[in-house]
């Protein structure tokens, strides 16, 4: 038996989730689908910074709405998801980095984000755990980090409340386009049947967009992360380095999370199914490096999640080309920090409000197609 | 973990890795030396013998020799591991465990620094864990294991308290019970939730052993001789003290293993040694994603292994009770053989050869103990509301069941709704318990059948690295900044 | 109940080890939390989110209850042995 909504969103993480939302919201009638549970692959297992300083430029504007939006999140979504507001300090131990660090701080200025840069002492300030030997540090007033964890429980009460027919665990095999718009195909069976279409899959908007015989390559990263036991407290900011490679942060209950995207072991399939030891003791060395009171801890807990990344590295969002009221909506860096904001302007976009649906189109990105097997078979 | 810093990782390799140096990988180890593969033997504890055959420390010995038969078995094993060529790694933490193209790759803290160890084949022989059923007050100061009793009792010759009631379920009752005797310390009760019955059933695969019934006769004939009350078909129900246990409550038990609210009774005691029944340790076969299926009466979750020993994964062995709880005598006779199905394949690999299929039966003694010792669904369901499921992290069962309610339907998002499990034990006291909740609601029953199908459905916490929690000031070492092997700069 | 839960062995090698200062005799061999059960010291800190008392419970190394701050560092005192001189500090923060 077949349901008839007016949207239909594959994939259950926050750009999936948001965009549902917020076309439920705009009195769609909609169903979302996620083959586990919602937002437990990279929504619910990244490090839930939101930082302009590991952000690309392109997507500066973005992020910084996403970060108001994280701020306001228990007005609008019911749950503050355990945001926190903090300075962010990216900083630099050589003379190399500080060099890459004033360069990229201008340029993320430039787009609109508050980024100056401190003296080590006016770091110290801001940062009083942070390690004497820095140079120099950008420091951000717009930083901050939620507790990624709780997102998926935050946004299943949201979309229920909003009327999203949200369907958990319910993997999907293929879709089909037909004249009257797109047909959902799970265990064998079709389950639901709309105009439109929403592809937000993650590292999955590759198989996804084949299902419609569209080509556009993802590259899967395997982005390890480690939580040390709750210690008392020995920062108060979020610290990465000049080179992004570090993402550094305490919770108010203690536990100290190391991120930064070193790369870990799997791929798509399979996964993140082991870690690198020599890339954890290096994420952990340059964490302790920047600070130092953190080697007293203890590690209880690390594992990887999977980030999507387009060929240059921009998001995927936008029309799906070829097929009318099909949408993607993926490979967005930092998503955790923009994704809000971006997810929000798409299903503005879909609903016919706002600049439209053409946020990041992904015509750039195409490879010749790949033959379409819904319509072969 | 005594680990000073150390700057560089310490890397060797051999035919087959043991991870656990108890009854087990121990004996494996042995065989495996004799059949001329080269072994490495890794355990936490600084000498070989798990937790059962654990070494006394020379310096506590006293003038009569320990003459008990752990003892000697484990000085026996010590010996032969002494008199071989085994690589053994003592006081080390295992913390990654992972394949690697050689095979395995084992990373672990030892006492100068990291150190990894490459093996074509491992034997997972971690031993197990035990599980007790939470009431209000498990928590307190002066609660704690029949496990961590044997540990005190036998390798550091101290008594858990002045007034000890010894409770739960299975063989480590009446053995601690009559240890505590023996060393002169006073048992107020013995609260067991088996009933003679119950025992009598066993008794069958008892005289399967004599030599362990008659060791069991005896502890039972101290504990009678001390007029030690025994409480038949009786749980603990709660412990109570303000800073330190003072008193505890008991409550008979009724068929289905659940205490009934009537018959009452508080006792005094400053000491609460209580087990509910041991966990495989299935940390490392979760990591590697090998195969498990759950049996109940083996301890819950165990890898699935065929005769031999093997996993689902090439390479990948488990031996004694990590592949499920059979105890010490079976757990031995499976070093041995797991130790010679590692040897075997190893020869059949070299000579290209088909690998041989090799089977085993259960042993009765082993299993009937571990039945009467298997959790009790309708013992879980009674667990009140307030009652703290999570010691880590205070999480309560009136916080789990609003996670269900919630819409949490599998362990790892009832983790992520309510932080059970997050905590240092890496949710190892909790996560049986937590998967038994769930299972009691999703299956609106509490008999064993519909709980174990439910159980296999809903799965355990995904095992993640460190295995244990490792101090972050050892594993980084001494290091200069200029040699963190930092990626390229994301793009921009 | 000054008397120790000790049950054997001598005395011939007795160290001292400071617990929040206080000397306290243990026995070469045995683990912090043997000899803190053995003196009847059994709080040993509170939980981090309800500063509920614990204690030793499971003594093999795998419940976390029994760490403190040892010669400064976190230690699960079930898996460190005593030794002379040794400075434990319980129910440190957090």
Not at chain 2, 46 to 75: C, E, F
Not at chain 2, 265 to 284: C, F, R
């Amino acid at each position: 038996m077949t349901a008839d909504y007016d949207a239909i969103v594959i994939g259950g993480g926050l750009l999936g989730a948001t965009a549902a939302l917020f076309l439920a919201r705009g009195g769609m009638r909609v169903a979302l689908f996620e083959r586990g549970p919602l937002c437990r692959e990279a929504s619910g297992t990244n490090a839930g910074t939101l930082t302009m300083q590991m952000t690309r430029v392109a997507l500066i504007p973005f992020a910084l709405e996403g970060h108001a939006m994280w701020q306001s999140a228990r007005d609008w979504l019911g749950h503050d998801v355990g945001m926190v507001t903090c300075d962010g300090l990216s900083l630099a131990f050589t003379e190399q980095e500080a060099d890459l660090l004033s360069d990229r701080a201008a340029k993320r200025r430039a787009a609109g984000a508050p980024i100056t840069l401190l003296s080590p002492a006016e770091a110290q300030k801001v940062e009083p755990g942070v390690s004497p030997d820095i140079l120099l540090a950008g420091h951000c007033p717009v930083d901050g980090f939620t507790e990624a964890y709780s997102t998926g429980k935050a946004f299943r009460v949201a979309l229920l409340q909003a009327g999203v027919a949200v369907r958990e665990h319910t993997p999907v095999d293929r879709v089909e386009h037909e004249d009257a718009g797109y047909s959902v195909v799970s265990d064998g069976k079709a389950m639901a049947r709309a105009r439109r279409l929403v592809l937000a899959g993650g590292v999955w908007i590759e198989p996804m967009l084949a299902w419609l015989g569209v080509r556009l390559p993802i590259k899967t990263l395997i982005n390890q992360l480690a939580i040390t036991e709750r210690v008392a407290p020995i920062m108060r900011s979020v610290v990465g380095i000049a080179s992004g490679l570090l993402s550094l942060k305490q919770y108010p209950n203690g536990t100290v999370l190391i991120g930064g995207g070193w790369q870990g072991i799997g791929n798509r399939a399979e996964g993140g199914y082991a870690l690198s030891p020599e890339a954890l003791i290096g994420n952990v060395r340059l964490a302790c490096h920047a600070i130092p009171a953190l080697r007293g801890a203890r590690l209880v807990r690390a594992w990887a999640g999977l980030e999507a990344e387009t060929d240059d590295a921009l998001p995927a969002v936008g029309p799906v080309p070829g097929h009318a009221d099909a949408y993607v909506c993926g490979s967005v860096h930092s998503g955790y920090t923009s994704g809000l904001a971006i997810a929000r302007h798409l299903a503005a976009g879909i609903l016919g409000e706002g600049a439209g649906p053409e946020l990041f189109p992904i015509d750039r990105l195409l490879r010749q197609s790949a033959p379409n097997p819904t319509r072969e078979t | 973990m005594n680990a000073p810093i150390a700057s560089t990782t310490a890397a060797s390799s051999a035919d087959v890795a043991i991870i656990g140096a108890g009854p087990a990988g121990g004996t494996a180890a042995v065989t495996l030396r004799s059949r001329g593969l080269s072994v490495t033997l890794v355990d936490e504890a600084p000498l070989p013998g798990g937790q059962v055959w654990r070494a006394l420390p020379q310096t506590l010995k006293s003038g009569a020799a320990d003459r008990s038969p752990d003892r000697i078995d484990g000085d026996k094993l010590r010996g032969a591991l002494a008199n071989s060529d085994v690589d053994w790694r003592g006081d080390r933490r295992v913390w990654s465990v992972m394949r690697d193209p050689q095979g395995f790759r084992i990373d672990a803290l030892g006492p100068s620094g990291t150190e990894t160890i490459r093996a074509r084949s491992l034997i997972v022989a971690s031993g197990t864990h035990e599980r007790t059923v939470p009431f209000p007050g498990w928590t307190l100061p002066g609660v704690m294991g029949l496990a961590a009793a044997t540990i005190l009792l036998k390798s550091q010759h101290v008594l858990p308290g002045q007034r000890v009631v010894v409770a739960g379920a299975g063989p480590l009752l009446a053995a601690v019970a009559a240890g505590i005797l023996k060393a002169g310390g006073e048992v107020a009760a013995v609260i067991d939730q088996n009933g003679a019955l119950d025992w009598l059933g066993a008794s069958g695969a008892m005289l399967s052993r004599p030599a362990l019934a008659i060791r069991g006769a005896g502890w039972v004939r101290r504990i009678v001789g001390a007029r030690t009350p025994v409480y038949r078909r009786h749980c603990v129900v709660a412990a109570q003290g303000e800073t330190d246990l003072a008193s505890i409550t008991i409550a008979p038990v009724g068929a289905n293993g659940a205490p009934r609210p009537e018959g009452r009774k508080d006792l005094t005691a400053d000491s609460l040694v209580i087990g509910n029944g041991l966990v495989p340790g299935t940390e490392i076969t979760r990591l590697l994603r090998a195969e498990h299926r759950f049996d109940r009466d083996l301890g819950g979750w165990c890898p699935v292994l065929d005769g031999g020993g093997r996993t689902t994964i090439e390479g990948l062995y488990v031996a004694g009770d990590g592949g499920g709880v059979l105890g010490v005598d079976a757990a031995r006779a499976g070093g041995r053989h797991v130790g010679e199905t590692v040897a075997d394949d190893a020869r059949a690999v070299a000579n290209r050869s088909e690998r041989r299929p090799t089977s085993r039966r259960r042993p009765r003694f082993g299993a009937a103990m571990a039945h009467l010792a298997r959790l009790r669904p309708a013992h879980v369901a009674s667990i009140p509301a307030e009652t703290v499921i999570c010691r880590c992290e205070d999480v309560t069962r009136a916080e789990i069941d609003r996670a269900i309610d919630e819409g949490a339907d599998e362990v790892n998002q009832i983790k992520h709704f309510t932080r059970c499990g997050m905590g240092p034990c890496q949710g190892r006291f909790c996560g049986d318990i937590v998967a038994e909740l769930l299972a009691l609601r999703q299956a609106g029953a509490d008999d064993e059948t519909t709980i174990d199908r439910a159980r296999a459905r809903i799965g355990s916490w995904t095992a993640r690295v460190p295995i244990r929690p490792v101090p972050l000031d050892s594993l980084i070492g001494d290091f200069d900044y200029a040699d963190i092997p930092v990626p390229p700069p994301a793009p921009l | 109940m000054s008397e120790s839960l000790r049950f054997s062995g001598g005395t011939s090698h007795e160290v001292t080890v400071h617990i929040d200062g206080e000397p306290m005799r243990c026995r070469l061999g045995e683990t912090v939390a043997s000899a803190l059960i053995a003196n009847r010291v059994r709080l040993l800190r509170h939980s981090p989110r309800d500063r509920r008392p614990r204690g030793a419970f499971c003594m093999m190394g795998v419940c976390q209850e029994c760490v403190a701050w040892v010669d400064g560092a976190w230690r699960q005192t079930c898996q460190t042995s005593v030794v002379d001189g040794m400075a434990v500090e319980l129910d440190r923060t957090p």
